[in-house]
T-cell receptor, first 114, second 112 residues
Framework: GENVEQHPSTLSVQEGDSAVIKCTYSDSASNYFPWYKQELGKRPQLIID?????GEKKDQRIAVTLNKTAKHFSLHITETQPEDSAVYFCAASSSGTSYGKLTFGQGTILTVHP | NAGVTQTPKFQVLKTGQSMTLQCAQDMNHNSMYWYRQDPGMGLRLIYYSASEGTTDKGEVPNGYNVSRLNKREFSLRLESAAPSQTSVYFCASSGQGNRELFFGEGSRLTVL
């Protein structure tokens, strides 16, 4: 089955700096790569996703890049703010039947210091 | 519109006891899922139901059973709880042709 590795496990930045989180996946059939944000004590929520036919996607201060050849994808957050502090999870899916059948990475605890 | 609702939010069990986690969604979604979240291990899929009337094992199904009662409801049962099942459990749903998972608030289970 699919295996997703996520790094780093913790990331600490100053407000205004950029943050980058990286993930690798093992199943070359994977074609959908979402990122979820989970604030402390809350439920995970989708912040951005990318499909295998796209190399990069951007939404305001967040962007995701995908390298299918190397089987890795990354989340980039620019101009970080304290409210960006949360746990971020990458995930991958190759299911053609049920797209929510995701394999998640281990999570990255992002702390943005004011 | 409540989205995905899970009950109970907190539960303490003794080893060997049984319990059922309930989940309901009001978004008319076809697919529903149960994940468990443990520190340093991300979210792992226990069971899922692609559509009403079907259920399939995920990554970590041992010790659990599920029932897709109808399109709205998907329950997770622990028949004989073990300390290794101490975790936070999330129910989620997704709509036809939509890849986004909508999660419930989570259920924190402690097995002593």
């Amino acid at each position: 089955g699919e295996n997703v590795e996520q790094h780093p496990s913790t990331l600490s930045v100053q407000e205004g700096d950029s943050a980058v989180i990286k993930c690798t996946y093992s199943d070359s059939a994977s074609n959908y790569f979402p990122w979820y944000k989970q604030e402390l004590g809350k439920r995970p929520q989708l912040i951005i996703d990318i499909r295998s036919n796209v190399g990069e996607k951007k939404d305001q201060r967040i962007a995701v890049t995908l390298n299918k050849t190397a089987k890795h994808f990354s989340l980039h957050i620019t101009e970080t703010q304290p409210e960006d502090s949360a746990v971020y999870f990458c995930a991958a899916s190759s299911s053609g039947t049920s797209y929510g059948k995701l394999t998640f990475g281990q999570g990255t605890i992002l702390t943005v210091h004011p | 519109n409540a989205g995905v609702t899970q009950t109970p939010k907190f539960q303490v069990l003794k080893t060997g006891q049984s319990m059922t986690l309930q989940c309901a969604q009001d978004m008319n979604h076809n697919s529903m899922y149960w994940y468990r979240q443990d520190p340093g291990m991300g979210l792992r899929l226990i069971y899922y139901s692609a559509s009403e009337g079907t259920t399939d094992k995920g990554e970590v199904p041992n010790g659990y059973n599920v029932s897709r009662l109808n399109k709205r409801e998907f329950s997770l049962r622990l028949e004989s709880a073990a300390p290794s099942q101490t975790s936070v459990y999330f129910c989620a749903s997704s709509g036809q042709g939509n890849r986004e998972l909508f999660f419930g608030e989570g259920s924190r289970l402690t097995v002593l």
